[in-house]
């Protein structure tokens, strides 16, 4: 959808996802995000920021007004790591790579297709991981031939 938003699967300091909410974050702030992402946005629970959010126990208000008084990437890294919950390096890479591998259930299958109606008549969401799915959305990735 946007050029502007990395890919869910880009890592800062070993973690998947953080540079995708630093600029759905930013962006929302300028009035920017699509709409279709506000949602979602640092919403606790099961969507890709609640998964964020619950590893790290950072509080989404806190962790907006982080990004937004950080001037960059390394210095925003550098507050999480002094104010989440303490995980190895190797906890960190394990819950990376396992949210790499996710793929949508029937219910968040569902979702995805009503927010990207264009790519659920492409693509069968359930043989996709949601990175790759939301990748191909974003224009990131190409539609599989076979589908």
């Known amino acids: 959808m946007s050029p502007n938003i990395r890919s869910p699967r880009v890592r800062l300091g070993g973690y998947v996802i953080l540079p995708r909410l630093i600029d759905k974050v930013r962006l929302h702030a300028q009035g920017l995000l699509p709409e279709s992402y506000v949602p979602f946005l640092l919403r606790p629970g099961l969507p890709l920021d609640g998964r964020f959010l619950a590893f790290t126990g950072l509080q989404p208000e806190v962790f907006r007004q982080a990004v937004l008084s950080k001037a960059d990437d390394g210095d925003i890294l550098t507050w999480v790591m002094r104010e989440a919950v303490l995980h190895s390096f190797q906890e960190i890479e394990a819950w990376s790579d396992a949210l790499e591998r996710l793929r949508p259930d029937r219910a968040l299958a569902r979702l995805l297709g009503r927010l990207s ?6 693509v069968d ?4 991981p949601l990175f790759d799915l939301l990748d191909m959305d974003e224009g990131r ?5 076979d589908c």
């Open 141 to 145: 990735r190409p539609m599989p031939t």
């Open 125 to 128: 969401f359930a043989q996709h």
């Open 117 to 122: 109606p264009e790519l659920a008549k492409q």
